[in-house]
């Protein structure tokens, strides 16, 4: 990738396209191409069709996704299949017509079996059933993987999946209806430590979760897409932190960052979700990357980012 190639950055108001944005532009790249979701939308075929052939991108980073957490998954899963296959299905196929270089894919931890054996390895993909509550994204996800490796096989085109565990970081989505598990935490735990109230926090905690921040995914992606072919890697690759922490260690990280003394109730009628879920990022380290952001000095940023976006609003 050369410092004057096109880039186009799909999601790039999302948390990772803002940070895949940040960072090429910290780099050096030049002609990074970002539209909004009503400039385009990425479900409609003819329209990213249309600009596919315009702009002709020479490099994808495909960022834009639904996704939330549990409660978000398990209610509008036809909503999660719909706009993740119809949005990959239009990127990757538009990305072979027009001649796209490199296309980095995102797909998630979430695509491995419920019971995959820990740390999770890239060949147990489609070794065992998904966890119920968000089979929807994973299936879109897989289908998403399958379209770049047979495009790969049939086309020789260069379409490299990633799987990154967690994330979290600046511009993270707070909406508690939406959010992931650990942006969620924050929200609560700040909203209860200005209001003098306690939180209560779902499943019993005993859950493990890997974190990575959303800078560190952003330089992994960067580094793939600077250094790595999918045919050396096996077309799919693990992006993860390496290490696991309880959901109910992690409400302790938390609430010690932002100050929050008054403890947590657990609501056990609420789904704990997958019990374990660590990627082995070996594949990435041999190549010669490692994540760089501990957890809790990477919370305490989401935390500022979160007080500058929103501190007076849920305060
Ligand atoms: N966050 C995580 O923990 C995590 C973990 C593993 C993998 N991932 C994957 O990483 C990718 C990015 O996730 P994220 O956390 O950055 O999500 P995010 O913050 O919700 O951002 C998603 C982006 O996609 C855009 N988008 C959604 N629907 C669109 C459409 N129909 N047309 C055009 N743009 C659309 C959104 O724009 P609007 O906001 O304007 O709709 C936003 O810019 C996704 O594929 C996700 O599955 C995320």
């Not at 089979?135 to 085109?157: D, H, M, P, S």
Request: contains cysteine; glycine residues 10%.
């Amino acid at each position: 990738m050369k410092k004057e190639s096109t880039i186009y950055v799909t999601g790039s108001s999302g948390l990772v396209g803002t940070a895949v944005c940040r960072k090429l532009k910290e780099k050096g790249y030049t002609r990074v191409i970002t539209l909004s979701h009503s400039d385009l939308d990425l479900t409609r075929q003819s329209d990213v069709e249309e600009f596919f052939a315009a702009e002709k991108p020479e490099y994808v980073f495909h960022a834009a996704g639904k996704v939330g957490g549990i409660y978000a998954n398990a209610t509008y899963p036809a909503e999660f299949i719909f706009q993740n296959l119809s949005m990959a299905l239009n990127v990757i196929h538009s990305s072979y017509r027009n001649g796209v270089k490199k296309l980095i894919n995102l797909g998630s931890s979430c695509i491995y079996p419920k019971l995959a054996p820990q740390p999770m390895r890239e060949e147990y993909l489609l070794s065992g059933p998904l966890e119920p509550t968000n089979e929807a994204y994973a299936v879109a996800k897989i289908a998403a993987i399958k379209l770049c490796i047979f495009y790969n096989r049939q086309y020789g085109t260069e379409f490299l999946s990633t799987m990154p565990t967690n994330l979290y970081g600046p511009g993270d989505n707070y909406d508690l209806s939406g959010s992931h598990v650990l942006p969620a935490m924050i929200r609560k735990i700040h909203e209860a430590r200005v209001s003098g109230s306690r939180v209560v926090l779902w499943g019993d905690g005993s859950p493990f979760r890997e974190f990575l921040y959303s800078e560190d995914l952003a330089d992994a992606l960067i580094f793939l897409m600077e250094n790595c072919r999918a045919v050396d890697i096996g077309d799919v690759i693990n992006i993860g932190s390496g290490k696991e922490i309880s959901i109910r260690d992690l409400s302790g990280l938390i609430a010690g960052v932002l100050g929050y003394k008054n403890g947590f109730d657990w609501d056990t009628s609420k789904p704990n979700g997958t019990p374990r879920k660590l990627l082995d990022i070996s594949r990435l380290k041999n190549l010669g990357w490692v994540p760089k952001m501990d957890l809790k000095t990477g919370i305490g940023h989401a935390y500022k980012d979160f007080l500058a976006r929103f501190g007076t609003r849920h305060a």
